[in-house]
Every structure is written in structure tokens, then in C-alpha cells.
């Protein structure tokens, strides 16, 4: 018995008894009052499924570019070319600024363009612009692969400025529905690509630039840039998709152009183009006329009876 009048014993049976009881109130949850919401809460709370809904509408909205898928929003006009569509999300944009690196002219990027040259003159009743291309085109060769030669427009500029500044006009326009251009690479810079991708989507154009496949090192405010190299198959050509909306790189797409217009076709075009209309000036591949000398990316001279700005035909 200890001086306080109780046993040891009865000591260690009382802190038992406390660690049970506190090991007790340890299991039992505790029951807690909810608080009342405050008017603020309860409002937001109210707002929440209208905020969650227009988010979604705001996410749906074709302006807005959400990385990681390809854009749906976009529209687009089918390539002829399946493998192509599904890497470009359903076919070329109808507006803004392309481009197409090539090594050297005559690779296939015309006949790469054929079926949406066709699409588009079967189904908009706009121009073609076709700026300072290297070559002439050949309507009879056009007139065979079924592209609508009266729908052609050529321009040449003077020089780089002129050739630029006629771009830029026939994009924004909405009179053309494609415009095909050759510009200087050593005066083109990413501002006349911004410049370029604005004007095309006012227009509602696809604006499309033939450039040195070194271009790829280059800035570019372009919205697709496809690389295109000759495949080790016949009548083939091997595409790299260097740039997409909401898609990584892909390398290595090959495809196969199609059979090449043979001088059967073009002899029985020219003779349809012939009883349609007064001459044109001869137009592109495959026939193609070569206008231009020196490297890629030099500037024609103007023939001496152009007139002052550019060449219309």
C-alpha cells in the first residue's frame, strides 16, 4: 500500500481501464455538424453545371486549337490520296498557308495537287492563281488530267515584291479558291508567312508555297509543311509530314501518284481545249516548259512585252 492509500495493483488496473477507454474513443467516428453554406458558396454551387457546360462549348470551338488531337474543327477538302487524309485529319485545309518542301522542281508535286485542283474546279466557281511558276503550265496536260483550264490564273511579277505583294491579294480575295506560288527564298521570311497564313484564312484560300526542301530549317508560320522526295517505286512519292495542326512529325508516307497522263491524253485534251476556247499559254506537268534558268529559287526575267506590273492570262 502506497501513502495515498491505494496498491500498486490497483494502479496498473486503472491506467489499463484508461488506455481501453482512450483506444474506444480513438475507433468511434466523430459526429460532426455540417456548416451551413454561405450565400457565396451556395451561388457558385447553383452556377457550377452552366460554367461546366459553357467550358465544354468554349472547348468545342472550332478557333480554338487544343494540343495533342488533330484539329476537327478545321475544314477540309479530301487529297485524293487516303494515307494522306488520315494523317492530315480528312484532306488539305480549305484555308491558309501550306507549304511544299521539294530538292529540286518535278519531283511529283503537281501531280500530287491534280485531284484537289479537280475538286476544287468542279466544285467552286473561283480562280487558280498560279504565281510566277517555273514552268508554264500546259493546259492540254491539265485539260487530260480533268482540271478546268478556264479557271486558271497566271500572274508574273517583276520581282520578288510585286510577286509577293499579287499573292497576298489573290489570297485574301475570296476569289480564289487555291494559289500556287513560287517566291524568291532569298527575300521570303516568317513575317510574309504570317502575313501570308492571315490573308489565306480571311480569303478563305489555300495558300500553297513551293520551297527548297533547306526551307525546313527555316521559321514558317505556315499551318502544314509537307517535305516530298521521290520513292524507290515508279510513279511514287515519299511525303514527310514536318508540320500539322495538333500532330507530331510523321516521316516516311509513301504513295503511289497513279498512272502519268501519256501523249495519247494530252493530244485528245488539247484537242478539247482547242475547240473550247482561244489558245492559253502553255501549263505544267507532266509536259512540262521550262521558263526558268540557273538554281532553284532563282528569278525569271520578264519577257521584254509584259506589262508593267504582271502577266495575265
Keep these: 500500500m502506497d501513502s495515498g492509500g491505494m496498491s500498486s495493483r490497483a494502479i496498473d488496473s486503472m491506467k489499463k481501464r484508461m488506455r481501453r477507454e482512450d483506444a474506444r474513443r480513438e475507433e468511434t467516428p466523430r459526429k460532426e455538424t455540417p456548416r451551413e453554406e454561405t450565400p457565396r458558396e451556395k451561388q457558385a454551387g447553383a452556377a457550377h453545371p452552366r460554367a461546366a457546360a459553357d467550358l465544354e462549348g468554349l472547348l468545342r470551338h472550332p478557333a480554338l486549337w487544343r494540343a495533342g488531337r488533330l484539329d476537327a474543327g478545321v475544314e477540309t477538302v479530301p487529297s485524293g490520296y487516303d494515307l494522306l487524309d488520315h494523317h492530315l485529319?480528312?484532306?488539305?485545309?480549305?484555308?491558309?498557308?501550306?507549304?511544299?518542301?521539294?530538292?529540286?522542281?518535278?519531283?511529283?508535286?503537281?501531280?500530287?495537287?491534280?485531284?484537289?485542283?479537280?475538286?476544287?474546279?468542279?466544285?467552286?466557281a473561283r480562280?487558280?492563281?498560279?504565281?510566277?511558276?517555273?514552268?508554264?503550265?500546259?493546259?492540254?496536260?491539265?485539260?487530260?488530267?480533268?482540271?478546268?483550264?478556264?479557271?486558271?490564273?497566271?500572274?508574273?511579277?517583276?520581282?520578288?515584291?510585286?510577286?509577293?505583294?499579287?499573292?497576298?491579294?489573290?489570297?485574301?480575295?475570296?476569289?480564289?479558291?487555291?494559289?500556287?506560288?513560287?517566291?524568291?527564298?532569298?527575300?521570303l521570311g516568317a513575317a510574309d508567312t504570317r502575313r501570308l497564313q492571315v490573308a489565306a484564312h480571311r480569303g478563305g484560300t489555300l495558300t500553297t508555297l513551293f520551297r527548297p526542301d533547306t526551307a525546313a530549317a527555316t521559321a514558317s508560320m505556315a499551318a502544314l509543311r509537307l517535305r516530298l522526295r521521290r520513292a524507290a517505286a515508279e510513279s511514287s512519292l515519299t511525303v514527310d509530314v514536318l508540320k500539322r495542326r495538333g500532330g507530331w512529325p510523321v516521316e516516311g508516307l509513301t504513295m503511289s501518284l497513279g498512272a502519268p497522263v501519256t501523249p495519247a491524253d494530252v493530244q485528245a485534251g488539247l484537242e478539247r481545249w482547242r475547240r473550247r476556247q482561244p489558245p492559253l499559254q502553255p501549263a505544267l506537268e507532266p509536259g512540262l516548259h521550262e521558263r526558268r534558268h540557273g538554281s532553284f529559287g532563282a528569278r525569271p526575267e520578264p519577257s521584254p512585252d509584259a506589262p508593267p506590273v504582271w502577266r495575265v492570262h
Excluded at 511529283?108 to 466544285?123: D, H, I, K, N
Design 89 to 124: 485529319g480528312g484532306g488539305w485545309p480549305r484555308a491558309g498557308l501550306a507549304e511544299l518542301l521539294i530538292p529540286t522542281a518535278g519531283v511529283g508535286e503537281l501531280r500530287l495537287l491534280l485531284p484537289l485542283l479537280r475538286t476544287l474546279c468542279r466544285e467552286q
Design 127 to 187: 480562280w487558280v492563281a498560279w504565281v510566277d511558276p517555273p514552268f508554264v503550265p500546259y493546259a492540254p496536260a491539265l485539260e487530260a488530267a480533268g482540271v478546268d483550264v478556264g479557271r486558271m490564273l497566271l500572274i508574273h511579277g517583276r520581282d520578288h515584291g510585286e510577286a509577293l505583294w499579287a499573292l497576298e491579294r489573290a489570297s485574301r480575295s475570296g476569289n480564289c479558291s487555291l494559289a500556287l506560288a513560287w517566291l524568291d527564298e532569298r527575300h
